[in-house]
């Protein structure tokens, strides 16, 4: 085990269907190669509570609220399971969409996640926390934050996934960092299929990246291409690269089958890039 600043980290984007859930959970599993990770999924969805075969568990009669809200006799090790990928997971509910209601009305309900389950556990139990939060503002997202501190923020090809980063940031990210400390780790390009050298959302995408002050050295080095480096590309004099989170069947067909893509397909070239999101974790931040 390697000895490192425990941490834990929100990936979180206003927006269904970016691929957040996949991160979240191949980030935690790449975290789990040398650490003790704990998986939260407070995503009401349950998309990588069920991908990874704990479908049982989302629809028990507990759920985190039990422990956040007081309102049973749940206990966290009531809730947490065990999985065969190293690290352990507390599974979302589909009562969850109760709990998000029931916090409104809570004292002190956006600091129950911290105080109830990441103080609890972060150091003593786990080095790090991965949080899957809903792709909707609300009580758990502002839970997520809190507990946090750290957000790494998945973003597609395409005017609506480019719409859910600024409400991300507009709606979630910017009226927290009012009150506590938010830090983004990175801005991950995720779903990449088309060609950069081309004018294509992918480009459009990438090159608003890796130009933009607001994402200045938020970009991981997977997807990092300067601006000389798009002229050389758009001159002929160097092939284009593949930057980003490539679309691979292998990322959807692994939850097919309950496993994270490091244990579906270990010779998969899109695991390198969840070994540098951990990596990010690891350092709290991008290293250039």
Not at 17 to 42: C, P, W, Y
Not at 115 to 135: E, M, R
Not at 166 to 192: C, F, G, H, S, W
Request: glycine share 8%; charged share 25%; no cysteine.
């Amino acid at each position: 085990m390697t000895a490192t600043e425990p941490r834990a980290v929100d990936v979180v984007i206003l927006k269904g269907g970016v691929g957040k859930s996949t991160i979240s959970m191949n980030l935690a599993r790449q975290l789990a190669e040398q650490h003790r990770v704990l998986f939260a999924d407070l995503d009401p969805n349950g998309h990588a509570t069920n991908g990874l075969g704990f479908e049982d568990a989302y629809q028990s009669d507990i759920n985190v609220g039990d422990v956040v809200l007081d309102q049973g006799d749940a206990t966290l090790d009531d809730l947490i399971q065990r999985t065969e990928f190293g690290f352990d997971l507390l599974p979302s509910s589909n009562t969850l969409e109760d709990v998000e209601n029931d916090l409104k009305g809570a004292i002190q309900g956006s600091a129950r996640v911290k105080s109830n389950v990441v103080d609890p556990l972060l150091g003593d139990v786990y080095d790090y926390i991965v949080f899957d939060s809903p792709a909707y503002p609300g009580m758990l997202n502002n839970n997520a934050l809190v507990a946090t501190g750290n957000v790494m923020i998945p973003i597609a090809p395409g005017s609506s996934a480019i719409g859910g980063y600024k409400r991300t940031m507009e709606r979630l990210i910017a009226p927290a960092q009012e009150y506590i400390d938010i830090d983004v780790l990175a801005v991950v390009p995720n779903q990449i299929q088309d060609r950069i050298d081309q004018q294509t959302e992918a480009r459009e995408l990438l090159e608003n990246l890796n130009t933009a002050e607001t994402t200045e050295g938020k970009v991981p080095n997977f997807a990092r291409i300067t601006a000389e480096e798009f002229e050389q590309i758009d001159a002929g004099e160097t092939a284009p690269p593949k930057p980003g989170i490539r679309h691979r069947a292998a990322l959807s067909r692994s939850l097919k089958y309950n496993q994270p893509l490091q244990d579906y397909d270990p010779d998969n070239d899109q695991i390198q890039h969840f070994e540098e999101l951990a990596g990010i974790v690891e350092n709290g931040g991008i290293e250039r």
